[in-house]
């Protein structure tokens, strides 16, 4: 990967054993597909109005040489869980 990974946590606590998770998996994605350019994950806390609670939601964007592939995933407890199955 050309660029470091860019991480932006809305409304979800700072967390350097997150951080540390997000820049795993990006790493393993690496990795795999040695043509990523850069790789953005933005992970949110949604409001339900119907639910209680809060919805989590994780967005992907990886850029590969002439295309850039999104990728979102919600979870409703875990942004763990978002995040692995949005790398998957």
Same mark, same amino acid.
């Given at each position: 990967?050309? &660029?470091?990974?860019?991480?932006?946590?809305?409304? *979800?606590?700072?967390?350097? /054993? @997150?951080? =540390?998770? *997000?820049?795993?998996?990006?790493?393993? @994605?690496?990795? *795999?597909? &040695? =043509?990523?350019?850069?790789?953005?994950?933005?992970?949110?806390?949604?409001?339900?109005?119907?639910?209680?609670?809060?919805q @989590? /939601?994780?967005? @992907?964007?990886?850029?590969?040489?002439?295309?850039?592939?999104?990728?979102? =995933?919600?979870?409703? &407890? &875990?942004?763990? *869980?978002?995040?692995?199955?949005a790398?998957?």
């Amino acid at each position: 990967m050309r &660029d470091p990974v860019a991480i932006t946590l809305r409304g *979800i606590p700072d967390s350097s /054993a @997150l951080e =540390r998770y *997000i820049r795993e998996e990006a790493r393993k @994605l690496d990795q *795999i597909c &040695d =043509r990523v350019l850069t790789c953005r994950v933005v992970a949110q806390t949604l409001r339900q109005p119907k639910r209680q609670g809060v919805q @989590l /939601a994780v967005g @992907l964007a990886i850029t590969l040489p002439g295309m850039e592939i999104a990728v979102n =995933r919600e979870h409703g &407890d &875990d942004v763990y *869980i978002a995040l692995r199955d949005a790398f998957e």
